[in-house]
T-cell receptor
C-alpha cells in the first residue's frame, strides 16, 4: 500500500474514445505529478501540480488534459489518443515543506494504457 | 546536458558480489537526493534518501559528493531479488521539482 491509488490499473481504448485516469493520494501531500513511461524507456514528466495549481506542463500534447480539483485528487483526461501514447502512466505525490526539502515522491501502481 | 546522468548498464554480477553505481547531476542548486528502485513494468519505489554525510541501510550505502556533483549507491552481498533498475533522483525547490536519471539496470545471477 503506497498511499497513492490509481484507477483503472489497465485501460484499452480506441483512438476516438474519451477516458479519464484517476489518482488519489492519502498522504496529505501538496504536490501531484503525472509521468509517462513507454516500454523500456525512462520516466517522462508530463504535469506537476502544487497546491492544486499547475506549475509544469512538459510540452504535453493537448490530447492529454490534466485536472486537479484538490490536493488529494488528480485526473488525466484522454481524447483522440494515438497508438504511440500506449504506455504506463504513473501518478506521484510529494510534500513541499520549508526546511524539510528531503521529501521524496511516492508513486501509485500506474495505469497501463493500450491504444488500439 | 541532462539534469541527471547514469550509466544504463546492465551490470551483470553474481550473487554475493558488491556492486556500485554512480550518478552525476548538473545543477549545483540541487537540494535533495534519492535512490529509487524500479522492477520491470512496476512503479518506482523509494530505496533510500542520500544524506550529505553518507548513509547506510542494511546492505545498501549511499554517498553524496556535492563538490563533484555525484551520488553513489553501493550494494553489498547482492541477492537475486536485487535485480532491478536503479534510478537516481535529484530534487530542487521551488515547486517540488524532481529530476530522474534514466536508470541503471542490475542483473544478479546465481
Amino acid at each position: 500500500e503506497t498511499g497513492v491509488t490509481q484507477t483503472p490499473r489497465h485501460l484499452v481504448m480506441g483512438m476516438t474514445n474519451k477516458k479519464s485516469l484517476k489518482c488519489e493520494q492519502h498522504l496529505g501531500h501538496n504536490a501531484m505529478y503525472w509521468y509517462k513511461q513507454s516500454a523500456k524507456k525512462p520516466l517522462e514528466l508530463m504535469f506537476v501540480y502544487n497546491f492544486k495549481e499547475q506549475t509544469e506542463n512538459n510540452s504535453v500534447p493537448s490530447r492529454f488534459s490534466p485536472e486537479c480539483p484538490n490536493s488529494s485528487h488528480l485526473f488525466l483526461h484522454l481524447h483522440t489518443l494515438q497508438p504511440e501514447d500506449s504506455a504506463l502512466y504513473l501518478c506521484a505525490s510529494s510534500q513541499d515543506w520549508t526546511g524539510r526539502v528531503r521529501q521524496p515522491q511516492h508513486f501509485g501502481d500506474g495505469t497501463r494504457l493500450s491504444i488500439l | 546536458r541532462k539534469e541527471v546522468e547514469q550509466d544504463p548498464g546492465p551490470f551483470n554480477v553474481p550473487e554475493g558480489a558488491t556492486v556500485a553505481f554512480n550518478c552525476t547531476y548538473s545543477n549545483s542548486a540541487s537540494q535533495s537526493f534519492f535512490w529509487y528502485r524500479q522492477d520491470c513494468r512496476k512503479e518506482p519505489k523509494l530505496l533510500m534518501s542520500v544524506y550529505s554525510s553518507g548513509n547506510e541501510d542494511g546492505r545498501f550505502t549511499a554517498q553524496l559528493n556535492r563538490a563533484s556533483q555525484y551520488i553513489s549507491l553501493l550494494i553489498r552481498d547482492s541477492k537475486l531479488s536485487d535485480s532491478a533498475t536503479y534510478l537516481c533522483v535529484v530534487k530542487r525547490e521551488p515547486f517540488n521539482k524532481f529530476y530522474f536519471g534514466s536508470g541503471t539496470k542490475l542483473n544478479v545471477k546465481p
